[in-house]
């Protein structure tokens, strides 16, 4: 099978490329991304030398593609090339989409329109969409099923709940044979050091402050990137047409405070440097979603406990200085390194 990945170069769809192309020997992977400051070739360097560049022509199985999903040209010349769609380029990150909520919305859902037009019109044989448990909102105690109405709070919530609905649109009205996943907060290998945990890891890492939005009491399920992307694997061959999928552990549901304190055990740094800033703007209090239809329509279970992941995570940006590195010392939006909200 032939696979269009949107946004490869990115955190998850790095992770999904090269486990899917270790996993199917068959497939083949065009992974199509726009290399913004979250794209990054540098996690692919393992899947371009065994399966691209690196790979002898005949044996070759992944291409990448430097472009946008809001180009029709591009995206319909490589559409009409493959079989199915595996959707996750995005902006990704609630504080950028706070302080610059156009491009979420540009890219968010004009490029999943643009996407979705293509595979009409070539008729894509499957569209995995991915898409978050931010869409249904915050929720105080218990767990959103696939069915409860959508109430984002975030811009970037907002534009990820548009392109949730035009996709849905499309099945609707087209018959467009899409799938939707909703994954809690993702963790591991690869993600880009704005985020929570690979920012608290490399600050405390540099024995750096590590900024704590308002007091701590937020609480987050999170998944091993992994567990997602065997999910999404298992959603993609064998999940319902038409159908939205909630992916979560619910045991790994943590306070930021605990995440951060955990953190700093592990690390072997002081509490101390845990420093408390001014709260994020319409902070979502609690995400919980409720997998009960993936484990018992697709025997779905996570591996990996909260623990397991975040030693594996550790290890991972100890052994990989560099590469974060890098990315912490060339990018111009360095401020979120140190607290967008500081007091
Ligand atoms: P990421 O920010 O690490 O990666 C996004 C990728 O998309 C980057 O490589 C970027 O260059 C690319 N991209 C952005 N705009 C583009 C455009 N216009 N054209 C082509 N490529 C473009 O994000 P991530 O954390 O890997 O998330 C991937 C997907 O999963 C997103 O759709 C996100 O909403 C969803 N998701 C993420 C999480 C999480 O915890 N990270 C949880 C649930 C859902
Ligand atoms: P984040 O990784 O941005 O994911 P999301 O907001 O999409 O869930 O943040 C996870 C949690 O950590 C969220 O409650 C906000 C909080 N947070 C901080 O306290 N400090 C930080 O510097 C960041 C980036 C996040």
Redo the contacts with the bound molecule.
């Keep these: 099978m032939k696979i269009l990945v949107t946004g490869g170069a990115g955190f998850i769809g790095s992770n999904f490329i090269s486990y899917w192309l270790n996993k199917y020997p068959g497939d083949v992977i065009i992974n199509l991304d726009s290399l913004t400051y979250a794209g990054n070739l540098d996690n692919l360097t393992e899947v371009e030398k065994n399966y691209g560049d690196g790979a002898l022509p005949e044996q070759r199985r992944y291409w990448f593609v430097n472009g946008d999903i809001r180009n029709t040209l591009i995206v319909e010349s490589l559409i009409s090339k493959v079989d199915g769609v595996v959707h996750f380029a995005a902006e990704s990150?609630?504080?950028r989409s706070i302080t610059n909520p156009q491009e979420f919305l540009s890219t968010n859902i004009l490029g999943t329109q643009t996407l979705l037009e293509a595979a009409r019109k070539f008729k894509i044989k499957k569209f995995l969409h991915i898409s978050t448990d931010?869409v249904y909102g915050s929720i105080e105690t218990g767990y959103y099923s696939e069915t409860a109405p959508l109430t984002p709070a975030s811009p970037y919530a907002a534009s990820k709940a548009s392109a949730d609905l035009l996709v849905r649109s499309y099945y609707e009205t087209y018959k467009l044979p899409v799938i939707i996943t909703r994954t809690t907060?993702n963790f591991g290998p690869y993600q880009h050091p704005?985020?929570?945990i690979p920012?608290f890891i490399t600050n405390l890492m540099e024995g750096k402050k590590a900024?704590?939005?308002g007091y701590?009491l937020?609480r987050?399920d999170w998944i091993y990137v992994l567990d997602n992307c065997e999910a999404l694997d298992l959603i993609f061959h064998e999940g319902r047409i038409g159908e939205v999928y909630n992916i979560s552990t619910s045991s790994n549901e943590i306070s930021?405070i605990e995440m951060s304190s955990r953190l700093a055990r592990l690390l072997n740094q002081p509490p101390s440097l845990i420093e408390f800033v001014t709260d994020?703007p319409g902070?979502d209090f609690r995400y919980g979603v409720d997998s009960s239809k993936l484990r018992n329509e697709l025997g779905w279970n996570h591996k990996y406990s909260l623990k397991e992941g975040l030693l594996k995570t550790i290890e991972w940006y100890k052994n990989n200085e560099l590469w974060w590195r890098k990315i912490k010392e060339g990018d111009i939006y360095s401020s979120y390194y140190s607290?967008q909200y500081k007091k």
């Design positions: 990150h609630v504080d931010e907060n704005e985020k929570f920012l900024p704590l939005y701590g937020n987050r930021n994020r902070h607290g």
